[in-house]
């Protein structure tokens, strides 16, 4: 593992895309879809920086299994360092063509308690979005990164609307679920819409494989919910009893690439690639 500073890869392409992954509830499937999304992006030569804005609960810590590094999100948000001192590059560990760079959240509760406090902190939050705004362009324009990708809170944390109003592509994952379906049209129309002004994507995750049984379900599936939510649906992700028994402990798609959760996550990557 090494820092970010004065190292790149530039790719062919000139692509620039902040992509944030957010939910209305939880355990949708928001981490494990956005790290082995970027990890995927990085295999294509794609340099790749995946930041966890989880603060209430920061995941990737334990998904790359990390034990304590020198710098956390939380410390560029306080202004303790920049963030290219964040950001750790594991592009050798994972062999990718293009870096993959990761920026962890402290998942101390004294730094979760820090983080809550600021939080509740207008000119706080105004002050990180413009920090996040500037790490943005820091990271295109200075570092070569294609894709900033946003692993965020559920629900109506402050530090995912920042995220939220830095993307370029807003996706949002839900689950099969009555309660997740009914407050995600809710958040769609009273706050991305509204409020923030962006139409976000739709990412169906963890469907029983007993309503996915033909094509025709699948289509059926994403008709249904894209003319319910009056958004585009991009995928839908069957629940897969291999993914759960993974139990986050790796990234998926390293260690089944044939996998049909793999191939899911690959028409994901594809897709981040072509929309705009
Ligand atoms: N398609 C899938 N099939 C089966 N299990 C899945 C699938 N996608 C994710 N999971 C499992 O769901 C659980 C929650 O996933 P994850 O932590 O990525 O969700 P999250 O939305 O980031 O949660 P939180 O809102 O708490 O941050 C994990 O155990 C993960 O392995
Ligand atoms: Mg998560």
């Given at each position: 593992m090494a820092q970010l500073i004065g190292r790149s890869r530039r790719h062919e392409g000139t692509l620039n895309k902040a992509i944030t992954i957010h939910s209305f509830?939880?355990?949708?499937g928001k981490s494990n879809l956005s790290a082995n999304t970027a990890l995927n992006l990085a295999k294509r030569g794609w340099n790749v920086a995946l930041l966890?804005?989880?603060?209430?609960a920061p995941s990737l810590n334990a998904l790359f299994q990390l034990n304590g590094v020198e710098y956390y999100i939380n410390d560029w948000l306080a202004q303790r360092c920049e963030l290219p001192e964040v950001l750790i590059d594991f592009s050798d560990q994972f062999k990718t063509k293009g870096r993959f760079y990761i920026g962890f959240t402290n998942p101390t509760a004294a730094a979760i308690n820090e983080m809550t406090m600021y939080s509740l902190n207008e000119e706080w939050q105004a002050r990180v979005l413009q920090l996040v705004l500037d790490g943005r362009d820091l990271l295109f324009e200075r570092y070569g990164v294609n894709f900033e990708i946003f692993d965020t809170s559920p629900g109506f944390a402050l530090s995912s609307i920042n995220a939220i109003l830095a993307a370029d592509e807003l996706m949002i994952v839900i689950k099969m679920d009555q309660l997740d379906i009914v407050g995600t049209k809710h958040l769609i129309k009273g706050v991305y819409n509204q409020t923030l002004g962006k139409r976000p994507k739709l990412i169906v995750n963890k469907v029983p494989c007993s309503m996915l049984e033909s094509t025709e379900d699948y289509h059926r599936l994403k008709e249904k919910l894209s003319q319910h939510l009056g958004i585009e649906v991009i995928s839908i992700i069957p629940c897969f009893c291999e993914v759960m028994e993974n139990m986050s402990q790796s990234l998926f798609i390293e260690k089944a690439p044939e996998h049909q959760f793999s191939q899911s996550i690959d028409q994901l990557a594809s897709h981040f690639e072509m929309a705009n």
């Open positions: 509830k939880g355990g949708t966890d804005f989880d603060f209430r």
